[in-house]
């Protein structure tokens, strides 16, 4: 076995990174990757340290906690640094973390995800009758990308006739690769100037949805307006391409696994066992969020220094075999947990959300799309050129039509 550690880009890894994966963690299971720009990271990849530096509150998230090359590199905060975008509990410790973190869980009680859920079946249901009679269909395209990003409009409260609008701003920055900057930039600055257009409409007159609630827990004092508009683009950033890659992946994962698929046609409750385990298998997210030790820490046998910037990988640490017994088998029945929403005080605030949707949209792809099967070969299959997602850019589908 070559003693060079594999590159964590380019084609080949895309394609498959979960070999680069397994060699990291059986060589250096916490590697100095380098990155764009002259930065460099601690990339963990053992589900231990994994687990352990995500619950550590050593560990922070605010950016201005990062070394002077990552800070420079602007890699933390891609989209630029502007407060009223950035201010968001995910760049943010204790206690300003719980602070924004509580007005915000209220959009994801038990009640109201029940209600996202009748949301959910229904844009699923529009979606599939088109998909059906598409002559090329293709399941990220007409039903991964589409179904989360309607969601989340109806989470904030956009109102119907701006939803083109968004649709087309949110796909510039979900598809832009770092290099495009004024494409970027151009979304960006429709997206600063939007949220802060609903914030205003919101304040002139109080809603009954998440942007609503912001704004009253603005009034009250609870938030800035800078948090608020921070929020709700964290809202879109976070819960989007994530979920389109779960449902993504998931298919794919189960055109790999026929039998699985068969068993799943046949009893709809052991969806929610099998998403769990492609999200195990798969993770929608490669790398957690940056953090930075606020003091000297030790990972895995290495010495990390305070402000070293530090990336999580989920995806390796899914199928790391201390962890999991043959862990690149897909056994929805193994009922493992994973770190795949991450773990500790950051904990996905839309876990519940995104599991409804995925079971929506596969449930629905199961009923109504009999004898799918990919439309190409999957060798063919494009990936996400991206060291943040794993996910599919497209899921080329065909399946029997004439039965309804
Ligand atoms: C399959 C879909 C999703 C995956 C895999 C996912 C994954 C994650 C992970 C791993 C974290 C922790 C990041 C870290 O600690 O560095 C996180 C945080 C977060 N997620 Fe998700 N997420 C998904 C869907 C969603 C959805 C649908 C929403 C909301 C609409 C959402 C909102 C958030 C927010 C607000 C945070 C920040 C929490 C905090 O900092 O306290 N996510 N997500």
């Given at each position: 076995m070559t003693r060079t550690p594999p590159a964590l880009h380019g084609p080949e890894f895309e394609a498959d990174p979960h070999p680069a994966y397994r060699w990291l963690r059986e060589h250096e299971p916490v590697h100095r990757v380098d990155l764009p720009g002259g930065a460099w990271a601690w990339l963990v990849t053992r589900y231990g340290d994994a687990r352990a530096v995500l619950a550590d509150?050593?560990?922070?998230?605010?950016?201005?906690?990062?070394n002077e090359t990552w800070y420079r590199a602007g890699l933390g905060l891609p989209f630029d640094h502007r407060p009223s975008l950035v201010r968001s509990m995910v760049n943010v410790d204790a206690p300003d973390h719980t602070r924004l973190r509580k007005v915000t869980a209220g959009a994801f009680t038990p009640r109201r995800v029940r209600a996202l859920q009748a949301s959910a079946e229904r844009i699923t249901g529009e979606l599939l009758d088109a998909l059906r009679t598409a002559?090329?269909?293709d399941l990220v395209r007409d039903l991964a990308y589409p179904l989360p990003i309607a969601i989340i409009c109806d989470i904030l409260g956009v109102p119907e006739d701006d939803r083109p609008e968004f649709h087309r701003q949110a796909a510039v920055i979900d598809s832009a690769?770092?290099?495009e900057v004024e494409a970027i930039a151009g979304a960006t600055n429709w997206f600063d100037s939007y949220l802060g257009g609903l914030v205003d409409a919101r304040l002139a007159e109080p809603s009954d949805d998440l942007l609503g609630d912001l704004v009253e827990a603005h009034r009250a004092g609870e938030l800035s307006r800078d948090e608020v508009t921070s929020t709700a683009f964290l809202l879109l950033v976070a819960g989007h391409e994530t979920t389109v890659a779960l449902i993504g992946n998931m298919l794919l994962t189960l055109l790999r696994n026929p039998r699985e698929m068969a068993r799943l046609r046949g009893d709809h409750g052991l969806v929610g066992a099998a998403i769990e385990e492609s999200l195990r298998l798969?993770?929608?997210?490669q790398n957690a969020t940056w953090r930075f030790p606020a003091e000297p820490a030790t990972v895995g046998g290495v010495r990390l220094e305070a402000g070293e910037p530090v990336l999580v990988s989920l995806l390796a640490a899914g199928r790391d075999p201390e962890q999991y017994e043959d862990p690149d088998v897909f056994d929805p029945g193994r009922g493992a947990s994973h770190l795949s929403f991450g773990?500790?005080?950051?904990?996905?605030?839309g876990a519940q959300l995104a599991r409804v949707e995925a079971r929506v949209a596969v449930t629905a792809v199961l009923d109504r799309l009999p004898?799918?099967?990919?439309?190409?070969?999957?060798?063919?299959l494009r990936w996400w050129p991206s060291m943040i997602m794993h996910g599919l850019f497209a899921l080329p589908v065909d399946f029997d039509r004439r039965v309804s």
């Amino acid at each position: 076995m070559t003693r060079t550690p594999p590159a964590l880009h380019g084609p080949e890894f895309e394609a498959d990174p979960h070999p680069a994966y397994r060699w990291l963690r059986e060589h250096e299971p916490v590697h100095r990757v380098d990155l764009p720009g002259g930065a460099w990271a601690w990339l963990v990849t053992r589900y231990g340290d994994a687990r352990a530096v995500l619950a550590d509150p050593n560990m922070l998230k605010d950016p201005a906690r990062g070394n002077e090359t990552w800070y420079r590199a602007g890699l933390g905060l891609p989209f630029d640094h502007r407060p009223s975008l950035v201010r968001s509990m995910v760049n943010v410790d204790a206690p300003d973390h719980t602070r924004l973190r509580k007005v915000t869980a209220g959009a994801f009680t038990p009640r109201r995800v029940r209600a996202l859920q009748a949301s959910a079946e229904r844009i699923t249901g529009e979606l599939l009758d088109a998909l059906r009679t598409a002559r090329s269909p293709d399941l990220v395209r007409d039903l991964a990308y589409p179904l989360p990003i309607a969601i989340i409009c109806d989470i904030l409260g956009v109102p119907e006739d701006d939803r083109p609008e968004f649709h087309r701003q949110a796909a510039v920055i979900d598809s832009a690769s770092f290099d495009e900057v004024e494409a970027i930039a151009g979304a960006t600055n429709w997206f600063d100037s939007y949220l802060g257009g609903l914030v205003d409409a919101r304040l002139a007159e109080p809603s009954d949805d998440l942007l609503g609630d912001l704004v009253e827990a603005h009034r009250a004092g609870e938030l800035s307006r800078d948090e608020v508009t921070s929020t709700a683009f964290l809202l879109l950033v976070a819960g989007h391409e994530t979920t389109v890659a779960l449902i993504g992946n998931m298919l794919l994962t189960l055109l790999r696994n026929p039998r699985e698929m068969a068993r799943l046609r046949g009893d709809h409750g052991l969806v929610g066992a099998a998403i769990e385990e492609s999200l195990r298998l798969e993770s929608p997210l490669q790398n957690a969020t940056w953090r930075f030790p606020a003091e000297p820490a030790t990972v895995g046998g290495v010495r990390l220094e305070a402000g070293e910037p530090v990336l999580v990988s989920l995806l390796a640490a899914g199928r790391d075999p201390e962890q999991y017994e043959d862990p690149d088998v897909f056994d929805p029945g193994r009922g493992a947990s994973h770190l795949s929403f991450g773990h500790g005080a950051h904990f996905c605030v839309g876990a519940q959300l995104a599991r409804v949707e995925a079971r929506v949209a596969v449930t629905a792809v199961l009923d109504r799309l009999p004898g799918l099967r990919l439309a190409v070969d999957e060798s063919e299959l494009r990936w996400w050129p991206s060291m943040i997602m794993h996910g599919l850019f497209a899921l080329p589908v065909d399946f029997d039509r004439r039965v309804s």
